[in-house]
């Protein structure tokens, strides 16, 4: 069964990237959650999908540019009028260890270093991932496949996932090559031969983000590994319809 993975949480209706909206995405019924992470100037690892504060939080500037103190002091609710609470930027460790209290769920980390090259930020990553014993749930994923490469060097057990837009020649072939193990392919790279040939080599493929009925039914129909959407209630509620 197509397996649900909560994009940035249940970020269709709360802030993205907070605490908040990964606990209502596992709430959910998600069967997991992608999350992405920079790092601080002062080296802590972040969970922020921008390079930039403007877009998700009342700060400015670049997320390197400023120690977690600083981050801390955010707020990424004020665009939701609606929530009477400051909703924070939260440590990578924080939502680590949330997941030690679940077991059974998928945990997609995607280093953002396509643009900023992060020094460091695999290790670090893997460390964390290695101290919170979670190493089976996690899948690590990147645009920087020179990143994805290295993060095999240091832990080849810990599964990498290749993040791309355009088409790829074989990219069964190429996952093997730079050490992964799956592929998340952006939509409307994926055809349903690729998708029947990495399935067939045991590769996942979880494309993204899937949030209209339309691909939605189609991705369940082919059977894809898990798609990677904003809101998880939508697609949960599909799925079942789709059986």
């Not at 977690?68 to 680590?96: H, M, W």
Request: aromatic share 8%.
């Amino acid at each position: 069964m197509t397996q649900i993975l909560a994009h940035r949480g249940e970020a269709a209706y709360f802030p993205e990237n907070t605490m908040l909206a990964f606990k209502e995405g596992l709430k959910s019924g998600a069967d997991g959650i992608e999350l992405d992470v920079q790092l601080t100037k002062d080296g802590e690892v972040v969970v922020i999908h921008d390079e930039r504060l403007e877009r998700t939080t009342n700060g400015t500037g670049l997320v390197k540019d400023h120690s977690y103190s600083e981050i801390q002091r955010l707020d990424a609710s004020y665009k939701f009028k609606d929530l009477n609470q400051k909703v924070g930027i939260p440590l990578l460790k924080e939502v680590l260890h949330l997941f030690q209290s679940y077991p059974d769920k998928l945990l997609n980390i995607e280093l953002k270093n396509g643009i900023i090259d992060y020094k460091g930020i695999e290790e670090k990553v893997i460390k964390l991932v290695r101290l919170y014993q979670l190493e089976e749930q996690v899948v690590i994923s990147s645009f920087n496949h020179y990143s994805l490469a290295e993060c095999n060097q240091i832990n080849p057990e810990i599964e990498t996932a290749i993040l791309y837009y355009e088409n790829l020649y074989k990219p069964w072939d190429y996952v093997e090559k730079i050490g992964a193990k799956s592929i998340h392919p952006y939509q409307l790279s994926i055809r349903s031969a690729i998708l029947e040939k990495c399935l067939q080599r045991n590769i996942p493929v979880r494309p993204f983000t899937i949030n209209d009925e339309v691909t939605m039914k189609k991705m369940f129909k082919w059977n894809v590994s898990s798609i990677i959407t904003d809101d998880p209630k939508k697609a949960i509620k599909i799925r079942k319809l789709e059986k």
